[in-house]
């Protein structure tokens, strides 16, 4: 199956060759300046690529999901559903393409992120980071420094992506003083529909 992975061409200037998040260097990709339904497509084609490289995904199917989903992304798009939920709707596949893809980028997994208020006053600061999340299927989990930042998603592999991207808003933004140093966690798909609500106000119709 991994002979068909070049197939796929999974390009955001430039090449995404590896799925792992210590084999892509940060120059490797820039995701500076793109909006977030650019963001969403890179994350997921990263993601695509990996799951195909370690035989989770058919190579056959696999472009034509992916260019579904690209075909999806916009304003009226489920708030909160990565590429991941998207290719696994069974919660039992779901947790084992995020386990395997956590084998590979080691992460933390926070079993208690569903428990950390929202940091609304950040969001309120950063509107573009909201839109971002919501559209990549993440949240921001801690703020409350102004030295670092950490994201967490049930995706292992947007870490790299929406950190670069997020860094490169927090430059421009005159409430931010001084670089974060950003973190990027796992959460457990079984919590992840609260976390968007609480998150997102979901039931309040954001």
Not at 32 to 40: E, K, Q, R, Y
Not at 140 to 147: G, H, K, M, Q, R
Request: charged content about 20%; glycine content about 8%.
């Amino acid at each position: 199956m991994k002979t068909r992975v070049g197939a796929l061409h999974l390009k955001l200037n430039g090449p995404a060759e590896s799925p792992l998040a210590r084999s892509l260097p940060a120059g490797d990709i820039s995701v500076a300046g793109v909006g977030p339904l650019v963001l969403a497509t890179t994350i997921a084609s990263r993601t695509v690529t990996a799951l195909v490289e370690g035989e989770m995904l058919d190579p056959e199917i696999a472009p034509e999901l992916l260019r579904i989903y690209g075909n999806n992304l916009g304003p009226d798009r489920a708030t909160g559903q990565c590429i991941l939920h998207f290719l696994f709707s069974d919660e039992g596949k779901l947790a084992m393409a995020v386990q395997w893809l956590n084998s590979q980028a080691q992460l933390h997994v926070w079993e208690m992120a569903h428990r950390i208020s929202p940091p609304r006053s950040f969001y309120r600061a950063h509107p573009d980071v909201v839109d971002a999340c919501k559209v990549c299927g993440a949240v921001v989990l801690d703020a409350a420094t102004p030295s670092t930042l950490t994201t967490g998603s049930i995706n292992p592999l947007s870490g790299d992506f929406l950190g670069r991207w997020i860094r490169s808003i927090l430059e421009h933004a005159p409430s931010e003083t001084r670089p974060r140093f950003l973190f990027h966690v796992v959460v457990p798909p079984r919590h992840w529909p609260a976390m968007v609500r609480a998150h997102f106000k979901i039931d309040n119709g954001i």
